[in-house]
Every structure is written in C-alpha cells, then in structure tokens.
C-alpha cells in the first residue's frame, strides 16, 4: 500500500486516475523471468489477447465425452491413483478374481514402459488393455478415451483404470472417471495424505493397503483417517490387505453396490 | 515432470490462439497459478522454456500471477485464506471447508507483435 495517498494494489493496477504523488510505485515482482531471450515489447508494438481459458481445458473437454461414452452405457469408471508400489494391481487382481461371476469388469493398466501389470491382470474374467505412456507421468482423457471402446464390452458395469504409479500428476487430469481413489500403503507412512493433498482431497474413496504389515511399522490407524479427513472431511476409508485378503469384503461390498 | 506436462499443454493451447489471431509469434503470456492447483510455479517457470523450444511461444516471457487458497467454512462460515495452503478454516481450524479460489491453472492473456 502506497505510504502517501493510501492507494492499495487495486487502485495501482488501474492506474492512478489523475492524482500525482512524489514517489514511484514499485512494480510487485514475485515471478519469474526464465526466458528473457526475447527484448521485451515497447508499448505499441505489441497487442494484448485476452484468452482467460483453464490450461488443461483441452484435456477436460475429452474427459466429458468419456463421462458422456461411459454414461450412456451405464458404466461405472474408476480412477485408481497411488505411488508406486502400493499395491494397485495386486487389489485389482484380488478384485477381479473376487468379482468374477458376479459384475462384469473392465481395467485400462497405465505404466509407463511394459504391459507387466496388464498381463497380471489377464485371464481373470475381465478385460483388460495396457496403455503404455511412454514419457508422460499420468495417463490422460485422450489415451483412455481411445481405448473405451476396445476395453468395454457390451455387458461392462464396471472399469478400473490403474493410473500410472505417481502421487501428484495423476490428480490433475480428469479421464472421465466417474470418482478417482486414492490408494496409500501402511509402509508409506500415516500423514501422506497431508503431504499430496491434491489428490486425497479430490478422490472420493481413499483405501489405506497393506494392514497386514501394521504391526511390524507401528502403524497408527487413526492417525492416518485424520490426515485423510483432514483434506477431505466427506471420503470414504477402506483399510484393507489385497495380500491376506482382510477387510476386503466392505470393499467389494461397495463396488456391488455402485453398479 | 508433472510441471513440464503441464508446460506442454499451455504450450500446445497458446499456439491455437496464436493461429486463430493469425498472430506469428508471443512476445509474452500471463498465466494464473492457484496455491491449491497442484503446480508449482518454481518447476513451471523452469519447465516453460523447455516445452517452448521450437513453438511459437519460444523466447517468450512467462508471467505468473499467484491466486491464494481462499475457503468457506462449512462450521463457521468465516471466508479466509488458511496459510500453507492446508484446506482448513484459519478462524475456527475446522476441515469441514469449500474452496472458494486457489484452484486456478490459467492461461490469461497473451502478447503478440501488433500487425
């Protein structure tokens, strides 16, 4: 705020409108100049175009066909987000066998280089397509979008898209899910939820894996469903082991009852 | 990574308003960075001249305006701006909070050579 007139940032940014005072404004300065290459324009040789547009609105607009695509055939996504070696796929390959029979499931397995976790995945009564990213650290709506109708068939109630393994990109492009989950392994540690809340916030279910190993880590439950309610009051916790297969019931449970 | 990603995408969304004004170049973009978006200006500011080699936003100068997490409290109903950038009420401490701003990732405007 300006120490002589009292003119605050609002004021500066339109200018001063006519008053005169002894002493320039500073222009506030907290970004960055990486790329100073270029001279810097000189008023009237440049022109303003105001785009006001969200960066990743290409990517939103694919992810609403893919909600639009899975709608329409009354298919129920789910976005599988978690470092890696949390245990995605081998939940998934315990879901799957669990489901068999009983709802028709589909799975898009996001890696960045082999197709390891779509071929765990196979020939457990689902199908199942890889999608290798190559370079890229989260799968985006145009990579699923391609594969929906190769991956669901006419009978599919339920897919699971396992997302590159990455606690942080995946949460910033939508592919269309109907909800992202959020899966964290006991040996990750109890405040991970504080620590990457852009994803914890955004997923509707967080699944803590792995309480088979709670004992040997010291494992503090309810620590943990604080830091998860902390970021987001309303999510559904499921506390699970896809190894001994305890409390994986109420998970299934849960899936039944989405489709 | 994740930043150069997103680099990628500003980049590849700037040229189509590029092309569309028929413009050759960008001289300068203004972008809109929330402290609850999930990007780091830091990494971003690093990874924008990377994605914009050989494009036509190559050379050009990023500006990057911070937009503060701002939440309404469900309990209170108090409008603040919690520090850290933690979703919770900075009046009462409750997490029961909506974010109101601080989610922005935009590209705000863009300056061109004037024909």
Known sequence: MCEHCGCGTATEAAGHGGH??????AHAH????????AAPPTPGESRRIDVEQRILARNEERAAQNRAWLAERG?????????PGSGKTRLLEQ???????RIPCAVLAGDVQTDRDARRLAGKGAHVH????????HLNAEQV???LPHVCGDDTRLLFIENVGNLVCP?????????KVALLATTEGEDKPIKYPALFSRAAVAIVNKTDLAGALDWDGAACRRFIRQVHPGVFIFELSAKTGEGLDRWLDYLEALV | MHELSLAVALVEQAEAVLEREGAPRALALTVRIGDWSGVDPDAFAFAFPVAAEGSRLAGA?????????????????????PPDAIPCCAACGAADVEPQAGQAFDLRALEVAAC
């Open chain 1, 20 to 25: 005169s005072h002894p002493h320039p404004h």
């Open chain 1, 30 to 37: 907290p970004h960055t100049h990486d790329a100073t290459d």
């Open chain 1, 75 to 83: 298919i129920v996504a789910l976005n599988l987000i978690s470092a």
């Open chain 1, 95 to 101: 879901t799957l066998e669990r489901l068999r029979g």
């Open chain 1, 130 to 137: 890889a999608i290798e990213t190559g370079a890229s650290c």
């Open chain 1, 145 to 147: 979008g391609a594969l």
């Open chain 1, 171 to 179: 949460a910033a492009f939508d592919l269309g899910e109907s909800f």
């Open chain 2, 61 to 81: 100068r990023l500006e990057i305006e911070r937009e503060p997490l701002r939440v309404r409290c469900r309990a209170c109903g108090a409008v603040t701006e």
